[in-house]
């Protein structure tokens, strides 16, 4: 099977082509990991998972969406993913911790972004539509950001992010570029209407992320990565066409040309499409088809809605080097062990808590309690 041959990601070569897509779980009291989370991933490492990436990490407490999401600006948060990093390792397992700042999709009344004592700040000071807080009273929605005056005080944020992921062992870091958030933000032309080094032209436009790779590769060399929604819609991102491939296809180019270890590309899917007044904020096109061909130093990992049975077929075609799984990975801790001996995905979504907002005295449910296949292993 082509999914389990080796491949090499930067400094290390993985053991099959099934990585674990980042998942946001929302099990960190007080932003700091615990050992249920180090059980979590313990489980999908023993599962067979070609790569691990965490769910997001907070790059500062300025940067967050959701309560109970784990940080790395603390010297406490660096020894706590340590113990949870040294446990995938002895499962023999290898792990990517991706980076996170939210930008303008954080609230201004959310606890973490209260005790920040700083604004919710964005490349512009533009609201981007939706939103629903549910842990605020009325569920508000997205609040006009700040403009950020220095974007290079955020960069500083993930250098210090990264050297502290490195601190804690981690094999690599992945930035995230997707689904709305800071660097997404800094990308699209709909939420960045910056007239200085930051905005306007394409170029000034991927400024901010090829900055923020430069950062983490001081710390992780080519062990990099960067993943990557250029079908846009949520948190309301999204361009034109033309401008989109425009756009991505630059920022592409020149993230490769830096020598870092992949690029994930999550895909436009229907189940997916983000409206606003019934009007699709999506920019549908073959992101796999439009942008693949433009990597050639990473490899190149396809996420959404892959099945092992698809990603089978683009990686034996090459048109991908492996898969990104999200859901799947959630539901079934052995899921890589499962495909290889044959053996179905059952296990039915916990989806009333997959990122739980509930007590954490019951933050198991949903989370570690999914069984694995009694001979998988």
């Known amino acids: ?11 290390f070569a993985i053991k099959n082509r099934i990585t674990m897509a980042a998942f946001a779980r929302n099990r960190a009291k007080d932003t700091y990991p615990t050992e249920l989370m180090k059980e979590y991933y313990i489980q999908r490492a023993k599962g067979g998972a070609g790569l691990i990436v965490t769910e997001a990490i907070l790059v500062s407490r300025q940067g967050t969406e959701w309560p109970y999401s784990p940080g790395l600006w603390e010297d406490k948060h660096v020894k706590l993913w340590t113990g949870i ?43 981007a539509r939706g939103g ?41 870091v992945e930035l995230h570029g997707s689904n709305g ?8 032309s709909t939420s960045n209407r910056r007239s200085d080094e930051w905005g306007g032209s394409i170029e000034n436009r991927s400024r901010f992320a090829l900055e923020v790779l430069k950062v983490m590769i001081e710390s992780f060399g080519k062990n990099v990565a960067v993943k990557l929604s250029p079908a846009g819609g949520d948190n309301d991102m999204g361009m034109p066409l033309q401008e989109t491939l425009d756009t991505y296809s630059y920022f592409i180019s020149e993230a490769d040309k830096l020598g870092i270890s992949y690029i994930c590309l999550v895909r436009y899917q229907d189940a997916y499409d983000v409206q606003y007044d019934g009007i699709s904020r999506s920019t549908r096109h073959d992101v796999l088809e439009s942008y693949a061909h433009l990597v050639k130093n990473a490899k190149v990992i396809i996420n959404a809605c892959v099945t092992p049975e698809e990603g089978e077929l683009l990686v034996a075609s090459k048109k991908a080097d492996a898969i990104a799984i999200g859901f799947n990975w959630v539901t079934h801790p052995d899921l890589a062990n499962r495909v290889l001996h044959g053996k179905p995905l059952d296990n039915v979504l916990d989806m009333a808590h997959l990122q739980t907002n509930r007590s954490p005295e019951d933050w198991s449910t949903g989370y570690t309690d999914y069984p694995c296949a009694t001979d998988s292993n």
């Open 181 to 188: 958030y800071i660097i997404q933000q800094f990308l699209d």
């Open 85 to 127: 990093v040294d446990a995938v390792h002895q499962a023999r397992g290898l792990i990517y911790g991706q980076l996170w700042h939210a930008g303008r999709v954080s609230h201004p009344d959310a606890e973490q972004q209260k005790l920040a004592g700083i604004p919710v700040y964005a490349p512009s000071a533009i609201a």
């Open 1 to 11: 099977m082509a999914l389990f041959t080796p491949l090499q990601i930067g400094d």
């Open 132 to 172: 629903k807080f549910k842990e605020l009273p009325g569920c508000p929605g997205y609040v006009v950001p700040t403009a950020i005056e220095n974007p290079w005080e955020i960069v500083e944020e993930f250098r210090q992010a990264a050297i502290n992921a490195k601190r804690a062992g981690f094999d690599g």
